[in-house]
């Protein structure tokens, strides 16, 4: 009797495992073309840090977001990004204001949600995940002592694709990333806060 039963869940589990695999099999053979690369032009605005000393602000500044994605199944993909722009750091310390002039290198890696909708050539998405930012000084406005940083960042956002053609198209997206305001090292510029940077974008993408 006891066997009979546990024949019975193995069998039982089986055949789920079996359907999920048929399911998940069926579900990437409708991704026709799963790869796609996409270049789009971006305006980063980072949310001021002023209600303190020090404080922050930074300057807002336009980039580059180069990104390769690719879709597991109608429902989800994968995505990594990387994004570059130059703006400014400014603080107010206890010492007076300084700014320094840096580099900004984004790279984060997502898990997409593919949302299916009743409309033409449109495929909407949403997303989350994580990364890392990099805050490079470079020669202009030197403050001493300061030193490149990375700062580890969580990524969330949501676009649409618009195909033009089977394998070109037009992207538009919103990010949001969350990190810990940069202090290059320094404890005089050291906010112990975390910042948000809103990042909405524009440009094309090429499927294959």
């Known amino acids: 009797m006891n066997r009979s039963i546990i024949s019975n869940k193995a069998l039982g589990l089986i055949a789920v495992i079996a359907a999920v695999a048929v399911s998940a099999t069926t579900a990437l053979a409708q991704v026709e073309q799963p790869s796609q690369i996409s270049i789009q032009g971006t305006a ?7 209600d303190q000393i020090p404080s922050n602000d930074a300057t807002k500044s336009g980039g580059l977001l180069v990104g390769y994605s690719y879709q597991f199944s109608r429902w989800f993909g994968a995505e990594a990004n990387y994004g570059y722009t130059r703006n400014s750091q400014n603080f107010i310390t206890l010492g007076g204001p300084s ?54 960042a969580f990524v969330y956002g949501g676009g649409a694709d618009f195909d033009i053609t089977k394998n070109f ?25 975390f910042s948000h940077l809103a990042q909405p974008s524009v440009g094309f993408f090429v499927r294959f």
Do not use: C, M, W
């Open 99 to 152: 700014s320094l002039q840096a580099d900004f290198h984004e790279v984060t890696g997502a898990l997409v949600a593919h949302i299916p909708v009743n409309v033409r050539s449109v495929r909407p998405y949403v997303l989350g995940g994580g990364g890392a930012l990099v805050f490079d000084p470079t020669e202009k406005f030197i403050v001493t002592g300061a030193e490149r940083q990375t700062r580890g």
């Open 44 to 50: 980063l605005i980072t949310k001021s840090s002023k």
């Open 169 to 193: 198209g037009v992207r538009a997206e919103y990010r949001g990333l969350v990190y810990k305001v940069p202090d290059f090292g320094l404890d005089r510029l050291s906010l112990d806060k």
